[in-house]
């Protein structure tokens, strides 16, 4: 059983440009989660999905900002026209069988980006 | 609203001796509430959680926290700290709807041979 992973690692870029970040939760796990998190801050929640469904998102993600998850599986979060204020570590987390309340979330390695 | 705060960004104890992280929240409902570490360049870890039954709850790597409803705190001690300790600690809230967690600021400790 491997655990939640996310690609890729680092990501440095110049202002402006468009980044997609891929995570792939844990087989089975119907809840993912998307996080951000700045230095010397706690992580900050972003979006969630059940399954394919997208249902709810901070009001932290702004229209540059958008995550899909295709057929319930992996899940890409694209940010566009990047800024510098992006840069930050972005966490993906996973969680079985959907039941939300006091489920274990199991955390990726997460995104490092650098917005020059 | 649900938040969280933890009293002190820094903590410096040396090896051997108690481990104490200060974790509070405030929920208008009975939280579920968890202890993650962090250790450099990953992600989280998780340590332990509470969410019903008994309000001491034990954790990997010796660690240990106890649910106290009429502080509203959710404190992570160690009775003995090892250098590989020396990590990034968060406390975290459950909501009640969608599971999403609520962090607080983080604690870093750091040990003293």
């Known amino acids: 059983d491997t655990g939640v992973s996310q690609d890729p690692r680092h990501k440095i870029t110049k202002r402006g440009q468009n980044v997609t970040f891929r995570c792939d939760p844990i087989s089975e796990h119907n809840r993912l989660y998307w996080y951000r998190q700045t230095l010397g801050q706690g992580p900050e929640f972003l979006t969630y999905?059940?399954?394919?469904?997208?249902?709810?998102k901070s009001r932290l993600l702004s229209d540059r900002f958008s995550a899909e998850r295709p057929k319930g599986s992996f899940s890409t979060l694209e940010i566009q026209r990047t800024e510098q204020g992006d840069s930050a570590m972005y966490l993906c987390?996973?969680?079985?069988?959907?039941?939300?309340?006091?489920?274990?979330?199991?955390f990726g390695p997460g995104t490092r980006l650098l917005v020059l | 609203a649900q938040s969280v705060t933890q009293l002190g960004s820094h903590v410096s104890v040396s090896e051997g001796a108690l481990v104490l992280l200060r974790c509070n929240y405030s929920?208008?409902?009975?939280?579920?509430l968890f202890w993650y570490v962090q250790y450099p360049n990953q992600g989280l870890q998780l340590l332990l959680k509470?969410?019903?039954?008994?309000?001491l709850v034990k954790g990997i790597n010796g660690f240990e926290a106890e649910f106290k409803k009429s502080e509203t705190s959710f404190h992570l001690t160690k009775p003995s700290a090892h250098m590989s300790d020396a990590a990034e600690y968060f406390c975290?809230?459950?909501?009640?709807?969608?599971?999403?967690?609520?962090f607080g600021q983080g604690t870093e400790l750091s040990v003293k041979p």
């Open positions: 987390a996973s969680s079985p069988r959907g039941a939300a309340i006091g489920e274990t979330q199991y």
């Open positions: 509470y969410t019903t039954g008994a309000t």
């Open positions: 975290a809230v459950s909501l009640n709807q969608g599971g999403k967690l609520i």
């Open positions: 999905f059940q399954n394919e469904a997208q249902l709810e």
């Open positions: 929920s208008s409902v009975p939280p579920y």
